[in-house]
Nanobody
Framework: QVQLVESGGGLVRPGDSLRLSCAASGGTFTTLTFGWFRQGPGKEREFVATIDWQDRTIFYSDSVKGRFSITRDNGKNMVYLQMNNLKPEDTAVYYC??????????WGQGTQVTVSS
């Protein structure tokens, strides 16, 4: 069982930056693939970014490529999403996901990001 806790959301203005954090526990952190997803008002949950356990494969959605960066700190069991040049359309609840090979997916409770002037 993997537990995930997101933090770092908030209310910001367009063009601002935020860094989301995801604290993981209960699993072998270094073998997990992590992803960030988001769900905007009235929308389905969508993929944002993913990073595999060896940091060799990182993918971003086209909507955030060049503005967001996903990183991980295996020593601290943490995954981060640096979000720069935020836009109103980035407003959403952001979720952290861990993929445990042979077991399944685990999700955090989400953190709200609101981008508004």
């Amino acid at each position: 069982q993997v537990q995930l806790v997101e933090s770092g959301g908030g209310l910001v203005r367009p063009g601002d930056s935020l860094r989301l954090s995801c604290a993981a526990s209960g699993g072998t952190f270094t073998t997990l693939t992590f992803g960030w997803f988001r769900q905007g008002p009235g929308k389905e949950r969508e993929f944002v970014a993913t990073i595999d356990w060896q940091d060799r494969t990182i993918f971003y959605s086209d909507s955030v490529k060049g503005r967001f960066s996903i990183t991980r700190d295996n020593g601290k069991n943490m995954v981060y999403l640096q979000m720069n040049n935020l836009k109103p359309e980035d407003t959403a609840v952001y979720y952290c996901k861990a993929v445990v090979p042979g077991v399944g997916d685990f999700w955090g409770q989400g953190t709200q990001v609101t981008v508004s002037s």
